[in-house]
Nanobody
């Protein structure tokens, strides 16, 4: 079974930076559709960044401030977050989409907006004050 474990969350002042990590295991394929999502109290889950075969997609709210990357040698996906704002405060989740071919081209943004990824981590809290 695919397992995802996030880490790297914490508290930071506005304008600061954090790097989230998502360690994944159980994959037997080389192509992986991975995404980062966040959910603040009382709000819907929001897809903030995704990556598939080197292509990336970012939500407008984080574009230019967040960077998603993947290191297959370390089985890890990262989310580098810069210029953090109080509105970035949320629980952040890493997720994967099993039918990875559905993330090709425009499919990645569609999957992120629908937040219909198949496997989810437990989340890591990010608080910006």
């Amino acid at each position: 079974d695919v397992q995802l474990v996030e880490s790297g969350g914490g508290s930071v002042q506005a304008g600061g930076s954090l790097r989230l990590s998502c360690a994944f295991s159980g994959y037997t394929i080389s192509r992986k559709c991975m995404g980062w999502f966040r959910q603040a109290p009382g709000k819907e889950r929001e897809g903030v960044a995704g990556i598939y075969t080197g292509s990336t997609y970012y939500a407008d709210s984080v574009n230019g401030r967040f960077t998603i990357s993947q290191d297959d040698a370390k089985n890890t996906v990262y989310l580098e977050m810069n210029s953090l704002k109080p509105e970035d405060t949320a629980m952040y989740y890493c997720a994967s989409y099993a039918a990875h071919w559905a993330c090709l081209g425009a499919g990645l943004s569609v999957r992120l907006k629908r937040a219909d990824f198949t496997t989810w981590g437990q989340g890591t809290q990010v608080t910006v004050s």
